[in-house]
């Protein structure tokens, strides 16, 4: 190690290292660090064609799993389990055709975020148009079982040159949130979206957006599913969490001390959940009012770095957070104590998801190295890693949707990847 020089093995000499980027010799750190990973990336990618994929667990094969199963020593939970990381090992990429009433949609541009309904039967879309403007659209999952698998595709009339952020998820109120930040010359607004607005069927009696207003700077956005409150909706900002009703348009606004990154709301409690840029998490019970000061938090977790993702498990007693910082960790909310983390993720400072299916007993995540991570939710073990179709950029992290019934309660399992400007099913074998 020479300072200020690289040591190329191939050649067998040392090559000066320049600062920044040069045009007529760009041999830089970050080029060469580029490079590498490019090689590691196509090298992954040819391993995946040539279908060589192994469990990562020791004598973890289908023959064996139902011999236990039969012999009663293994329970129908940890069976399903085990089946599912034996499926996940073996998914195969495939392409996936996508169709629009408009042909002048489908495949012309980029995909930059994908969210599935609760009955994972359709996917919506956020997709970059040219002059950094924004539009929504809806896929529908019903063609994903054919031999070739063919999609279809329904956008929305209205365009945005804002941001999209995050987005909460659409289901049985067919209501879809969206949480918009503006560049330098508009503000940010909030905005709650009908799902007539993308049908294919009579454009003219399509309804307007239900709810949009102006806000500073938005950073994220949950709906609320409790039975107690299912008409408010909220929408983290900078330093304070503004909770929107609906149907009276009363809102309330909770200090915070930093920007709030990440929300979701919990089904059996009115409590709202939120992660922070200072690496703080926080709840809220969205019946009180609002006060000045701190007084109204109520379960308090801290991370080292910004958190960019909260998930609540299924019984509401832990809390899955992911950080800036590339850790996952899973929390126990009845003693505020951390008692799992997945290692693994990279990240450095992008807003990336995570995503739980606690059914299947799997933790998925994408990388800021473009790379698909899936990890057992059970003991954090790293199932898979699989690289992205295309080489790693800012701007090409791919975004993906797991279920074990895409296209509906019939459906086919497996993962959607949305990376550029295509789609790819990595199904079940």
């Known amino acids: 190690e020479l300072p200020g020089f690289y040591y190329d093995s191939e050649k067998n000499r040392y090559f000066r290292l320049l600062p920044g980027h040069n045009n007529y010799n760009p041999l830089t750190k970050e080029s060469i660090q580029y490079k590498a990973m490019e090689r590691e990336r196509l090298r992954l990618l040819e391993?995946?064609?040539?279908?060589?994929?192994?469990?990562?667990?020791?004598?973890?094969?289908?023959?064996?799993?139902?011999?236990?199963?039969?012999?009663?020593?293994?329970?129908?939970?940890?069976?399903?389990?085990?089946?599912?990381?034996?499926?996940?090992?073996?998914?195969?990429?495939?392409?996936?055709?996508?169709?629009?009433?408009?042909?002048?949609?489908?495949?012309?541009?980029?995909?930059?975020?994908?969210?599935?309904?609760?009955?994972?039967?359709?996917?919506?879309?956020?997709n970059d148009v040219e002059y950094g403007e924004c539009k929504y659209g809806i896929i529908n999952l019903s063609g994903l079982g054919k031999e070739t698998p063919t999609v279809k595709m329904y956008d929305n009339l209205y365009f945005t040159n804002r941001k999209v952020l995050q987005k909460s998820l659409f289901s049985l109120t067919h209501f879809i949130k969206l949480c918009l930040m503006g560049i330098a010359e508009t503000p940010g607004c909030a905005s709650l979206l009908p799902e007539s607005l993308f049908s294919s069927t009579n454009p003219g009696d399509r309804l307007g957006m239900l709810c949009r207003f102006t806000i500073s700077t938005g950073w994220s956005c949950a709906w609320c599913l409790n039975p107690q409150v299912d008409t408010c909706f909220s929408t983290g900002l900078t330093r304070r969490v503004l909770v929107t009703n609906v149907v009276t348009g009363h809102q309330q606004t909770f200090g915070s001390n930093s920007d709030v990154l990440a929300q979701q709301f919990a089904t059996q409690t009115p409590m709202l959940y939120n992660g922070c840029?200072?690496?703080?998490?926080?709840?809220?019970?969205?019946?009180?009012?609002?006060?000045?000061?701190?007084?109204?938090?109520?379960?308090?977790?801290?991370?080292?770095?910004?958190?960019?993702?909260?998930?609540?498990?299924?019984?509401?007693?832990?809390?899955?957070?992911?950080?800036?910082?590339?850790?996952?960790?899973?929390?126990?909310?009845?003693?505020?104590?951390?008692?799992?983390?997945?290692?693994?993720?990279?990240?450095?400072?992008?807003?990336?998801?995570?995503?739980?299916?606690?059914?299947?007993?799997?933790?998925?995540?994408?990388?800021?190295?473009?790379?698909?991570?899936?990890?057992?939710?059970?003991?954090?073990?790293?199932?898979?890693?699989?690289?992205?179709?295309?080489?790693?950029?800012?701007?090409?992290?791919?975004?993906?949707?797991?279920?074990?019934?895409?296209?509906?309660?019939?459906?086919?399992?497996?993962?959607?990847?949305?990376?550029?400007?295509?789609?790819?099913?990595?199904?079940?074998?």
């Not at 898979?384 to 949707?401: E, G, L, N």
Request: hydrophobic share 35%; glycine share 6%.
């Open 47 to 126: 391993e995946e064609e040539k279908q060589k994929k192994k469990t990562t667990r020791a004598g973890l094969n289908s023959s064996m799993l139902l011999q236990k199963r039969q012999m009663g020593l293994l329970s129908s939970t940890s069976y399903s389990r085990l089946v599912h990381e034996l499926k996940v090992n073996c998914m195969r990429r495939r392409k996936i055709e996508i169709h629009s009433p408009n042909p002048l949609v489908a495949g012309t541009n980029n995909f930059k975020i994908i969210v599935a309904d609760a009955a994972c039967e359709r996917i919506f879309t956020v």
């Open 277 to 429: 840029r200072s690496g703080e998490i926080f709840s809220i019970d969205v019946r009180q009012r609002s006060r000045k000061g701190q007084s109204w938090k109520a379960t308090r977790l801290f991370h080292d770095s910004a958190v960019t993702s909260v998930r609540l498990l299924e019984a509401e007693h832990y809390l899955m957070a992911a950080d800036m910082a590339g850790k996952i960790k899973l929390w126990d909310l009845r003693t505020a104590k951390c008692v799992k983390q997945y290692k693994g993720h990279h990240n450095e400072y992008a807003l990336l998801p995570l995503h739980v299916n606690e059914e299947e007993g799997l933790l998925t995540a994408v990388g800021q190295d473009c790379y698909t991570r899936i990890w057992s939710l059970q003991d954090g073990h790293l199932l898979r890693t699989i690289p992205s179709p295309h080489p790693s950029s800012k701007d090409a992290i791919p975004s993906v949707v797991f279920s074990s019934r895409l296209g509906g309660s019939r459906g086919v399992p497996g993962l959607l990847m949305a990376v550029k400007q295509d789609l790819y099913h990595f199904s079940y074998n």
